[in-house]
């Protein structure tokens, strides 16, 4: 008897029907850019990727190859999802970007205020670093990974590793005060 597995409409798309396979995250992104429009960004949706090739990785769906040479973690669809009755669900993320849409001027009563220009500019901001520290996040695990898996060579990848943790201490700063900006700014709202 084969396994259920459900994936949202978007992976579902790139996976199932488009049979992509041996890729990268990058590769995954611009595929939910082609088949998708509910990201804004090259960021989001490779967020997105990311987030959706992790999740899929810890339930064995998708395996990555070991990096060679410097080339990028490439991606595979596991025998456990190949063999899978493989479903679609429609994603979440529909359901939430109904519920906060921007309402048309016209329709905003005199006691809401719109949104600030301060309040746009920070969330967008704010959205871009979330993106980029996700990146920086996975790229310090993969040295860390390599670090481990050749400890003989470790010391020559130290600078690296203290670099990326570096950036990434310095991004989740920078969405830590945008994020206490985005709260006094609401709080006037």
């Known amino acids: 008897m084969s396994n259920k597995v459900k994936l949202n409409e978007v992976v579902f798309k790139i ?8 890729f990268t995250v990058s590769d995954m992104r611009d595929s939910v850019l082609e088949v998708s429009d509910l990201f804004e960004s090259k960021e989001a949706a490779g967020t997105f990727a990311y987030r959706q090739i992790f999740a899929l990785e810890k339930k064995k769906l998708l395996a990555k190859s070991e990096k060679v040479d410097g ?8 025998e456990l999802l190949l063999n899978s009755q493989v479903t679609m669900k429609s994603y979440e993320f529909k359901e939430r970007a109904k519920r906060t849409s921007v309402i048309p001027k016209a329709s905003i009563s005199s006691k809401e205020k719109p949104i600030s220009e301060l309040l746009k ?11 980029e520290l996700t990146m920086v996040l996975s790229e310090t695990e993969e040295v860390k990974h390599v670090m481990s898996s050749f400890p003989d060579e470790s010391t020559h990848l130290q600078a690296l590793y203290l670099d990326l943790r570096n950036q990434s201490a310095t991004l989740c700063g920078k969405v ?3 994020t206490k900006i985005i709260q006094l700014d609401e709080g006037k709202v």
């Open 121 to 131: 500019a920070v969330t967008k901001q704010k959205t871009q670093y979330e993106a």
């Open 15 to 22: 996976l199932i029907e488009n049979k992509l396979d041996g």
């Open 176 to 178: 830590n005060a945008l």
């Open 71 to 78: 080339k990028k973690l490439t991606y595979y669809q596991t």
